[in-house]
T-cell receptor, first 113, second 108 residues
Framework: NAGVTQTPKFQVLKTGQSMTLQCAQD?????MYWYRQDPGMGLRLIYY???????DKGEVPNGYNVSRLNKREFSLRLESAAPSQTSVYFC????????????FGPGTRLTVL | GIQVEQSPPDLILQEGANSTLRCNFS?????LQWFHQNPWGQLINLFY???GTKQNGRLSATTVATERYSLLYISSSQTTDSGVYFC??????????FGKGTTLSVSS
């Protein structure tokens, strides 16, 4: 099993450009999450999907949109990137929402110039 | 919202030493997890431990929910233990809240 995979691993954008970060899990988990990690801080939740067909905002959702494409895949979209969105983005999954062990992908390092 | 504080923020050890990392939280929780982020950025779940004690090899964790803290013990540390250790907690139906982490450096 690959676990949680993310693409791309690195990305550089110019201010105002858009992009989609992809995440997939092969553990048949119901819940998936997107976090961002900034220097000196822990992870902060952007959006999550408790189950296929549902999405909810986390702590820092502004400037992002998500799509739970199917049970395996959960994408994060930046419509108009800003320098404040420079960060490392992690996708995670768990069997049940918020109450279970979370498994993380390798992360995407995004720089917005 | 719930606050999570980890101490110490940084820790430098010689290989073979033991260490204790602490996580304090400001309210009762349903879930507490410890994670290790290695120097390459990968996050690995170490323990799911809302209460009680668990052990996995050289690592063990204890959560005293009534006193709102958890401890992570690393015995006979190795260079591969280096990285950042995060504690994360949540209450029923809410998202995990992460502490800022303890950065551990183990030298040979």
């Amino acid at each position: 099993n690959a676990g949680v995979t993310q693409t791309p691993k690195f990305q550089v954008l110019k201010t105002g450009q858009s992009m989609t970060l992809q995440c997939a899990q092969d553990m048949n988990h119901n819940s998936m999450y997107w976090y961002r990690q900034d220097p000196g801080m822990g992870l902060r939740l952007i959006y999550y999907s408790a189950s296929e067909g549902t999405t909810d905002k986390g702590e820092v959702p502004n400037g992002y949109n998500v799509s739970r494409l199917n049970k395996r895949e959960f994408s994060l979209r930046l419509e108009s990137a800003a320098p404040s969105q420079t960060s490392v983005y992690f996708c995670a999954s768990s069997q049940q929402s918020h109450t279970d062990t979370q498994y993380f992908g390798p992360g995407t390092r995004l720089t917005v110039l | 919202g719930i606050q999570v504080e980890q101490s110490p923020p940084d820790l430098i050890l010689q290989e073979g030493a033991n260490s204790t990392l602490r996580c304090n939280f400001s309210d009762s929780v349903n879930n507490l997890q410890w994670f290790h982020q290695n120097p390459w950025g990968q996050l690995i779940n170490l323990f799911y431990i809302p209460s009680g004690t668990k052990q996995n090899g050289r690592l063990s964790a204890t959560t005293v929910a009534t006193e709102r803290y958890s401890l992570l013990y690393i015995s006979s540390s190795q260079t591969t233990d280096s990285g950042v250790y995060f504690c994360a907690v949540n209450q029923a139906g809410t998202a995990l809240i992460f502490g800022k982490g303890t950065t551990l450096s183990v030298s040979s």
